[in-house]
């Protein structure tokens, strides 16, 4: 009776205080657990070019303990009896490659010595497709395990990829953005994972009573840019060309004025996100929204928008501009080319690019107002973009300029911006005074399909409508014959803008630039084409043909028309000319 008791005790003991936690014990041991990754979303065009997108793959493992007690089972008919007994037909690593290796397409004895050894995981296949995987996971190979697994691929290859970035993976297997909209956007792009649990037997079969959970995955939501990959592609092509005849760097941004919708954001020399350590490291971020330049005679802009704006100049104020000139405190300024003492219109100086005039001109205002005016077209400040490390530029208070940096800001020395600041000041020109701060995303599309589109960014106004108007008229005429941007020019298109060309203080070389806009009376984009140390010196010669070549394509496609009316006008004006020529006798 006293040992009946004690095992009746003991009997209790085991089912009823100790039964929960010993039946949890059991279940934890024979349930086999696995994450369902999530996606990350995908990057599209604006047109729905996929720029980077996502797809599930498996890397199949084997435990080779395991395998080295794995049996292959077949069914066998006895000819004597007709009776079907089940028969052992091999065992170990050589039985199970011999099952894997056709699905894998892979050779079974190579497959077969991955599997032997002591090690509780080894890789036996790497990157297969689910349904690759589902195929082996029917072979009920107990030791073969996946590890599913989300990988990146960048569809577009090179195009825009200073723009899109690329990820890396963490040590629990996410994809994390480590460049460009890939890390702006990285928790939006991130979706969430889920989770799936089942019981099996000691054999590794489905416990087909046992409990068995599925948390599907949530995918991340996708990310629209406003970028065209087409004209992306040809901004590309037109700034590579010019970088390797020049031997510089550097490239290209075309942008929406009225919308702030960039179409373009080109470096050279793009990054391949699928392939980013193939890249110089100065190569995989986006140069236009990092590196900062001094814009030179593309400052002139602001300098003249504020003379204009604060009432002391008028397009047609006579200007006496000699070869050099000696400001009140002594400083000694000249023009890129010798010449002799001019007499020249405000406009024609702002065409010639004078840099005697224009310090002339900005010598009719307060240092604290002309800093204003540089700080209001965006010096100073970071757009906003929706890019990582973007730069402010730099722009010291007027009240630390010295006797000299006072006049060198007038023609855009002395301060530093972005290529996308340099045409985000133009855009403004253009939007009839309106600053509307560029943006690279168009909208978000959650998993479910939902799409919330960017809002336009609010804009602020620099200049008033009627001098953006007569600074346009201004611009126009630097594309025009005797301008220093001829070159900018478009046949069935009026084009507004200014060249750069200033030298870097910090190395040898110069900076050479063109900013304008077309059609220059009914804006449509604003293009800024930057080079970095080229060859040849001016913008003129340099970025303004490029700038034509990306601004022509942009006409294209977007499907405006040349103008009558201007052809006509660039056809009188080459009559004219040869009827010049012809009058000469030459």
Known sequence: MVGFAVVAGKTVK??????????????????????????????????????????????????????SQYERIEEQEDPATGRTTEVVTGHGAAAAAELIAPVLGVDAQELGAKMVGDSTYVVIAQA???????????????????????????????????????????????????????MSQNEVLTGTNGEGSVEIG??????????????PARPGATVRLTLDPNLQTIAQDAIDKVVVAQGADWGAVVMEPATGKVLVLADSRSVDPGDPGASAEADRTARSVEAVFEPGSVGKVITFAAALEEGVLRPEDPFTV???????????FRDSHEHPVESLTAAQVLAESSNVGTVQIGDLMPDDVRHGYIERFGFGRVTGIEMPAESPGILTPASDWDD?????????????????????????????????????IDAWIDADGEERAQKTPAGRRVMSEEHAATLTEMLIGVTQEGGTAE????????????????????????????????????????VAVVVYRPGD?????????????????????????PDPAVIAAQAADEADARAGVDADGS
Do not use: C
């Open 14 to 67: 085991i089912q009823v205080v100790d039964g929960p936690a010993l039946a949890l014990k059991a279940k934890a041991e024979r349930t086999v657990t696995w994450v369902n990754r999530a996606p990350r979303g995908p990057i599209l065009g604006r047109d729905g070019t996929v720029l980077a997108s996502s797809a599930v793959s498996y890397d199949i493992g084997a435990n080779q303990r395991l395998i």
């Open 128 to 182: 297969v497709t689910p349904d690759t995987w589902r195929r082996v996971n029917a072979l009920a190979i107990h030791g073969i395990e996946p590890d599913q697994r989300t990988r990146r691929s960048y569809p577009a290859g090179t195009v825009a990829g200073n723009v899109v970035g690329y990820t890396y993976e963490n040590d629990v297997r996410e994809l994390v953005g480590n460049a460009g909209i890939e």
């Open 202 to 215: 000691k054999t590794g079969a489905i416990i087909p009573t046992g409990e068995h959970e599925e948390v």
């Open 322 to 332: 000699p070869y050099t000139w000696t400001a009140p405190n002594g400083e000694v």
């Open 404 to 440: 000299r940096t006072r006049y060198t800001t007038m023609f855009g020395q002395g301060i530093a911006g972005t290529t996308l600041q340099a045409v985000q000041v133009l855009a403004a020109v253009a939007n009839k005074g309106v600053l509307v701060p560029p943006r690279v």
């Open 487 to 526: 070159a900018a020019s478009i046949d069935g298109y009026l084009v507004a803008g200014k060249t750069g060309t200033t030298e870097i203080l910090t190395e040898s070389g110069t900076v050479a630039s063109f900013v304008g806009f077309t059609p220059a009376r009914d804006p449509a984009i604003a």
């Open 537 to 561: 010196t001016y913008g003129g010669t340099v970025s303004a043909p490029v700038f034509r070549a990306i601004a022509l394509a942009a006409m294209h496609s977007l499907g405006i028309a």
